[in-house]
């Protein structure tokens, strides 16, 4: 029996909305959630974005929206309630529920029955009281503060009480080059008991941003949310619009999105693995990736005149097309980086000092990836092939293309730096792959919009993005963005646990979560 | 070979043949010798920018440009620092701290505005949750417009500070 007769069997009130190739959609009432929650956990479905969505589809008031992913189904299911009476919180069932309703909290004002954790999320303790600003009622202007916020009003910190632990406070300006974010750990000597993370320093309201706004300006503040997720972000927008509106982009455009964005991935993992390496005080080891960063960055700017890809992807295809000439250059240097890349590594591999920092520091427990929803490469090193290029395959070139991931059971820095490195290797080969078959033709696509509602969802360096998009009269509605890293930060509270503080920034750098997509 | 491909050894030297790096490096160095004697200590404070001036900040520091040779570095208090180097439209959660920040940093200390939302063009800048520009919030010296700016347009913002404090004193 499929679950979703087994779902219509036991409540009886589900009702079974469109479906398409990618989603499901059901509609239940906000009694029934917590219930419904239960059964889907047995089914081994898990929740990967729940938000709110005011005046939707004839409903004056707030409609929740939970997606869920199936571990083996291409598909999504998405279950809508509305918020008529008391709703009750999900995060007994989905741990990462609690924090999908705190930022509702904030976002719309609606209390979450036994909800385990109620603090302010991305509003901080200055906002003033009863401001939401995700309500329709408001309109996105500049607010007045509270003058002075009261000692009451602060944020609360787990603390850890006993004889010799203590906390030590970083942040939210932290000693590198880096955005800001709050550490509280609690420490016994020198090993961590319990790491407390608060982020939303930079919360720069894009959610509400973006509401009212034109389709085609939307993509410009969709950029501007992550520095090196541009790529990613820009395409699961254009890819979400292009799915409502019905539009087919030529197949040269889309073989240059794929380009694009796997050079964005190549990049920004160099980073990642220089400063890992960095950390552990190699700098001369690190420079080679360094080295290899900027070329790629280089290489960017000839294909798209931005170093960081701004402005390449549009609806419809890709804002200018690439010269064959370039695309030479490009896998003659590729040919170079594979081989520079694959021999830097090897060195730092063979570096005693090094594997003696990585090795089994900072494990990542595989139990937790499904139920914390983490995704990308620290999936993939902690045992489970989690890929959204291979699970949700939204272009067919990387079905054609992209060779199978490696896959690691430890869970350690060391794993996450191997599969970081293999990643990079499989990111190389499917480029000079693309290069070598990339077809003529026109690189964009005319369009006509039409509204509707849509979800993305892309594979950035970091893990799975998610975006939804709704478009109400040409324009944006709603639009919500969760990107990888706001499940992704929950794992570094655990892989840091029992290991010693000096450890800290190495871990941290091994998992390089972007502070800037998950504080929107 | 194509001009793309640098040869390890041929990095550096590469560099080097790029004339327009290899002056402003040499001004650079010749400017913070005489408005601060040997060196200017930077603190990199981040708003809410969207990273990317963050990655060319780091970038300024591998061997392509390499600017610690010249007299720069990056500092991690602002306890140490001459210069506050602030990226983002600085959102409502990261005024208290950008005060605090510049109340800890000693005088005589001067304040880069970096990128576009630093400098009050940011896309963000009239969200609910920003101020909209460092200047709002504490004094700026220079500003480094762009979307990021790319290293070589922060080597000449740099310079441009160092020259405006040879010029003016302390």
Known sequence: MSYKNQLKQLFPSIIYN????????????????????????????????????????????????????????????????????????????FPTAALYEREIQDGFGIEFKQLCDSRKLFLHEHYPKGFHPLKKSFINAHIKLKDK????????????????????????????????????????????LNLEIRHFWKHRGVEKYAENKSVEEGILFIESICGDETVANALAYCMAIEKVSNIKIPERAEYLRVLFAEME???????????????????????????????????????????????????????????????KELEDYMDYFSSQFTSSFLRILENASVMDRFETTGIINEKLVELLNLTGPLARASGKNKDERVSHPYSKIYTKLMDPNKILNQGDVLARFRIKASTITNSAKIIMKIIKCMPDGTSSANYALKDGCSFSIVESSRGQNILYINIKNKKIDRLKIRTASFCNWCAIEHAVMG??????????????LSYESNDL | MNKFIFQTTKVIKKFKDDEELKKLHFE???????????????????????????????????????????????VASPKHADVLLVTGSVTHNMVTPLRKAYEAAPSPKWVIALGDDACGNGIFKDSYAVIGSVDKVIPVDIKIPGNPPTPIEIIKGLLELTEKIKKEGY
Do not use: W
């Open chain 2, 28 to 74: 650079l160095k010749r400017s913070i010798i005489s408005a601060f004697g040997r060196s200017i200590a930077i603190r990199e404070i981040d708003t809410g920018s969207d990273g990317s001036p963050e990655i060319e900040l780091v970038n300024l520091t591998n061997p392509y440009y390499d600017i610690e040779q010249y007299g720069i570095t990056f």
């Open chain 1, 149 to 192: 916020v009261l000692l009451s009003e602060e944020y609360i910190f787990k603390k850890i009480k006993g004889e010799g632990v203590y906390q030590i406070p970083v942040g939210p300006i932290h000693a590198g080059i880096i955005a800001p974010g709050h550490f509280r750990f609690n420490v016994l000597g020198e090993t961590i």
């Open chain 1, 18 to 93: 469109e479906e398409n190739d990618s989603e499901e959609y059901a509609t239940v009432t906000s009694k029934e959630i917590l219930e419904i929650s239960k059964i889907l956990k047995e089914l081994q479905f898990h929740l990967i974005l729940e938000f709110g969505i005011e005046n939707f589809k004839n409903y004056k008031g707030i409609t929740l929206v939970y997606v869920f992913e199936k571990t083996d189904s291409k598909k999504l299911l998405i279950v809508q309630s509305k918020v008529d009476n008391d709703i009750e919180s999900i995060a007994p069932i």
């Open chain 1, 265 to 327: 991935r190549i990049y920004s993992l160099l980073g990642d693995i220089a400063g890992m390496i960095i950390d552990v005080a190699y700098p001369s080891g690190a420079s080679q990736f360094f080295n290899l960063r900027e070329e790629i960055l280089r290489c960017d700017e000839k294909l798209t005149g931005s170093r960081f890809c701004k402005g390449a992807i549009i609806i419809g295809g890709v804002s200018k097309d690439v010269h064959s000439k370039t695309l």
């Open chain 1, 499 to 512: 290991n010693i503080v000096p450890d800290f920034p190495l871990i941290n750098k091994s998992l390089n």
